[in-house]
């Protein structure tokens, strides 16, 4: 019994079977990791063309009467990757007078906390009397005004696996686009007024 014991112990013909079943489920999972970062990075750079395209045309006149058929042609080039993709939120335009004004309007920070507080003169950009974080309209605005142009869309992971990692069922990108409108005319423009409240 004891040789028997011996010659099973030093028997090595099963070793590699134990060392492929240790080893396979780790190399299958960074295979499918790789795949879906991969899938993910070809989804995102899709969108992105998608919406170069759709922001070119956004910026055309008359394409406000036409926004919902843009919208759809970018999910359109987005299920060419992702079939199944829906927009995650409605897709958003916000127009503004300058590309300088794309961002908080503008305040004296008297204490420098960075934050705008009550009494802080500002430049009231949209001129409607308060201070803006976003002072944009909704919409494609007027000639050239620049348009801020943004989708989010959602499509289902290739391998549901990664659910059991915590990893959302479903993978999400988001693309901004920023153009301006065609010069057909001048554009009317005003100037910032300083509030103080």
Known sequence: MTRLLRKLRADRQGAT???????????LLMLMGFAELAYEAYARSVLAGAMQKAGRDT?????????????????????????????????SRKSYEKFGYVSPEPFTDKNGDG??????CFDDINGNGQWDR???????????????YSVTVT???IF???NMLGWPANAMATETTVLKNQPYK???????KAVCT
Do not use: C, H, N, W
């Open 59 to 91: 910026t055309i006149r008359g394409s406000s009467v036409k926004t919902a058929t843009i919208d759809a042609i970018v999910l359109d080039q987005v299920r060419t990757v992702a079939p199944a993709a829906t927009f995650a939120t409605p897709p």
């Open 115 to 120: 934050i705008r507080q009550p009494g802080e």
């Open 134 to 148: 976003d002072p944009g309209a909704d919409g494609v605005g007027g000639d050239s005004d620049a348009v801020v």
């Open 155 to 157: 499509y289902p992971r």
């Open 186 to 192: 001048s554009q009317s423009t005003s100037t910032p």
């Open 160 to 162: 549901p696996v990664f």
């Open 17 to 27: 079977i134990v060392e492929f079943a240790i080893v396979v489920p780790v190399m």
